[in-house]
């Protein structure tokens, strides 16, 4: 039987149950194939270094990847927008609230015009976060796609996960997530931004707002 709490396919993947995990997905073809096979070259460079040096800076070569996946992402200027339309937004938006309090805690999430931030909280008892994503990217990109009067891959198949260690990274992942429309240049203020949510009543937002970076 698959072990879908841990499995690789490009990107390792380790989603205990009972943890918090930081979550991106993007919309199919949202990155050139030039950018993405230059992806999997940096990608392997750092797996490649593995055995080789600290864990600790082996989390910071992790952390800088991701960084430049993602400030790909923002900088996008070819390949589907479809998230920026406010009723495919809110397909995705219901999408991930459906799963809250059985599958997952949702602690925060952002849409971007093409990839969603999320930061979920699993239960002990939670189903693998895998078969939830599945379940989640299906249904919203069926919904979306007849909204767009299309067919075929709505989303990319393979997500990014990480598991956040501890308070500190939590807040700096919450403070990464709500800032990221802001560094994209799409708005002045996180709290403008219409695609944003937080679940605000547990973690304290003077906090939030002093951590700007992962």
Known sequence: MTDL?????NLPHRLPAGESIFVTFRLASS????VVEQLRVQLRQVQQ????????EMSNRRKRYFRHFDQLLDQATTGPMWLSRPDV????????????GDEYELI?????????HMLVRL??????LTRTLQ????????QANLLLNREGAFWQPESYDHVVRNGDEMQRVIAYVLENPVKAGLVADWQKWPYSYWRDTQYGVA??????AL
């Open 5 to 9: 709490t841990y499995y690789q396919r």
């Open 31 to 34: 990155l050139p194939r030039t």
């Open 49 to 56: 270094a593995e055995s080789r040096i600290a864990a600790d």
């Open 89 to 100: 937004a809110e397909v995705v938006k219901a999408s991930l609230h459906h799963f809250d």
């Open 108 to 116: 925060c999430y952002c849409l971007m015009p093409n990839h969603v």
């Open 123 to 128: 239960p002990e008892n939670a189903p693998p």
């Open 135 to 142: 379940r989640l990217k299906g249904y919203s990109g069926r």
């Open 207 to 212: 906090r939030v707002r002093r951590c700007t």
